[in-house]
């Protein structure tokens, strides 16, 4: 692993040379969820002036497309809707490729529950007004209707123990799809906090269950099928993944064949590449502090060239 900023002038403008397409991670390397990271939006924008095809890769379900774009140009990132790609699109791209039509039980924030209807699914209501007082009362509120033919599980702010139940009555049904988010157990919250993500659940729904979810967000390369098609990449090496998270992000990268870039700006740090304790597959080419080092090395060879 090298630090990006060391290479001369002839070995930038080689790796700068090396790839066409540029994905990106958000969350630590764009912002840190409540928190922009300074520089990153010149990054973005100078890989873009240097004619690299870009787009950002998020496992953010919380959001839907419309206002993940609005709060990403409001940053100052400048990009169009297609340039983004969330796990949401992916599960739908999955689900109409199966010609699927019958009702999707959803642990999910309401943008997620809302992109499926505006897509022409039938979401199944999971919203629990009554509170269980006994056993009696539980077995009657977790009854699953018959025609819910799937369940999507990602990050749930609001999810409770009935809507856990009633996912693993459902999934005991063996012809019930299994689509899942994000698998992280834990989510950046500004610089010095975490929030619990949907894999500490998502552990409860697998092993009460005995299913294992497909899951559509980074690391897996099921969205990856999705990102090669919406975009055409046809040669995977030419391609440059930049993230913060070594097992999201580079090993997504790992999986696919791209070349890899770790930013230290969100969850990883110097003394994680210092101390490696990951898949020896999973190190990057190269790290840099954060994408303002981007946009200052590719000033820097404009005014060598």
């Known amino acids: 692993m090298k630090d990006l900023s060391t290479l001369s002038d002839t070995e930038l403008l080689e790796f700068f040379n090396s790839f066409d397409t540029v994905l990106s991670d958000v969350n630590g390397v764009l912002w840190n969820i409540l928190e922009s990271i300074p520089g990153a939006s010149d990054g973005i924008k100078s890989l873009k002036k240097i004619g690299k095809q870009l787009a950002v890769v998020s496992n953010n379900t919380t959001e ?9 140009n409001s940053s100052g990132f400048d990009l169009r809707k297609e340039e983004i790609i969330l796990p949401t699109q992916a599960m739908i791209a999955y689900l ?3 010609n699927f039509t019958n009702s999707i039980f959803i642990l999910g924030m309401p943008a997620m529950k809302e992109a499926f209807k505006e897509a022409g699914f039938k979401v199944a209501n999971n919203e629990n007004w009554t509170k269980v007082n006994s056993l009696q009362e539980f077995g009657l509120v977790t009854n699953i209707a018959s025609e819910i033919g799937a369940i999507i599980a990602d990050i749930d702010l609001n999810l409770d123990f009935v809507n856990l139940q009633k996912s693993v009555n459902l999934l005991k049904r063996p012809e019930v799809i299994f689509l899942v988010g994000a698998t992280n157990v834990a989510v950046p919250l500004g610089l010095d906090r975490v929030m619990l993500g949907p894999g500490c659940y998502l552990r409860i729904l697998e092993e009460a269950s005995g299913r294992k979810g ?6 897996n390369l099921s969205l990856n ?3 090669i098609q919406k975009y055409g990449i046809k040669d995977a090496s030419k391609v440059l993944f930049i993230g913060d998270s070594v097992l999201a992000d580079m090993g997504f990268a790992t999986k696919c064949g791209y070349k890899k870039l770790l930013v230290l700006s969100g969850l990883t740090k110097k003394e994680d590449l210092d ?3 990951y898949e020896e597959e999973y190190k990057p080419e190269f ?12 000033e820097k060879i404009k005014q060598s060239v």
């Open 287 to 298: 790290y840099v502090n954060s994408l303002k080092v981007v946009h200052e090395l590719i």
């Open 214 to 219: 497909l899951q559509m967000a980074k690391p």
């Open 64 to 72: 839907s497309l419309d206002s993940f774009h609005k709060q990403l």
């Open 96 to 98: 109409k490729s199966k």
């Open 275 to 277: 101390e490696w304790k």
């Open 225 to 227: 099928n999705y990102i």
